[in-house]
């Protein structure tokens, strides 16, 4: 069993920058053995793909957010960052840590990012 739980969501004007972080407990060693990521849905959207770090194919990135949001990992404190720059009114959303073990995925209860234009 593996528990997420994302925090550092809040409002910040368009142009700021947040970081994000997803704490994993339970049953896991390393952080850095496992995919982890991040999605996001806006107010009547869906739940799309953001950002993963993954030992096996490296850090990828959605269009939207390419050159702009940067995934991290810190073993040691089992903690995922997503740092967030130049942020714009089309990031608005509520922001979900996710991982996968042993055919199984997780997910958190998410944070709230909004974005003020």
């Known amino acids: 069993q593996v528990q997420l739980v994302e925090s550092g969501g809040g409002l910040v004007q368009a142009g700021g920058s947040l970081r994000l972080s997803c704490v994993v407990s339970?049953?896991?060693?390393?952080?850095?053995?496992?995919?982890v990521g991040w999605h996001r849905q806006a107010p009547g959207k869906q739940r799309e793909f953001v950002a993963l770090a993954s030992s096996v194919d490296g850090n990828t990135y959605s269009g939207a957010v390419k050159g702009r949001f940067t995934i991290t990992r810190d073993n040691a404190k089992k903690t995922v960052y997503l740092d967030m720059n130049r942020l714009k009114p089309e990031d608005t959303g509520v922001y979900y840590c996710?991982?996968?073990?042993?055919?199984?995925?997780?997910w958190g209860q998410g944070t709230q990012v909004t974005v003020a234009s």
């Open positions: 339970g049953s896991i060693s390393s952080i850095n053995d496992i995919p």
């Open positions: 996710i991982t996968s073990r042993l055919g199984v995925t997780y």
